[in-house]
């Protein structure tokens, strides 16, 4: 079992940044990856990027790309998203999910709350 609960999200202006933060109960951590998905009020969940277990692959989204970066500490825990460059089209609830590497969230058994990031013009 895997708990999972996002932090570090509030409102910034455009062209801002935030880090959000993932942090996870659990000793088998490390076995799986963690994606970070997004979703806008009335759309479905989207990918945002992926980071295996040992931290060694990752994976962006075309729209995020250069901008964001994903990163973990396997001794804390801890996932984390580093947004830089905010748009006001990243404003969504951001969820961390752990499974399986990939870019479906149909390959991620383990969900958080989620965490509001606004990003105004």
């Known amino acids: 079992q895997v708990q999972l609960v996002e932090s570090g999200g509030g409102l910034v202006q455009a062209g801002g940044s935030l880090r959000l933060s993932c942090a996870a109960s659990g000793r088998t951590f490390s076995g799986y990856a963690v994606a970070w998905f997004r979703q806008a009020p009335g759309k479905e969940h989207e990918f945002v990027a992926t980071?295996?277990?040992?931290?060694?692959?990752?994976y962006y989204a075309n729209s995020v790309k250069g901008r964001f970066t994903i990163s973990r500490d396997n001794a804390k825990n801890t996932v984390y998203l580093q947004m830089d460059s905010l748009k006001p089209d990243d404003t969504a609830v951001y969820y961390c999910?752990?499974?399986?590497?990939?870019?479906?969230?149909?390959?991620?058994?383990?969900w958080g709350q989620g965490t509001q990031v606004t990003v105004s013009s």
């Open positions: 999910a752990a499974g399986a590497y990939g870019s479906s969230p149909r390959e991620y058994g383990y």
């Open positions: 980071i295996s277990g040992s931290g060694g692959r990752t």
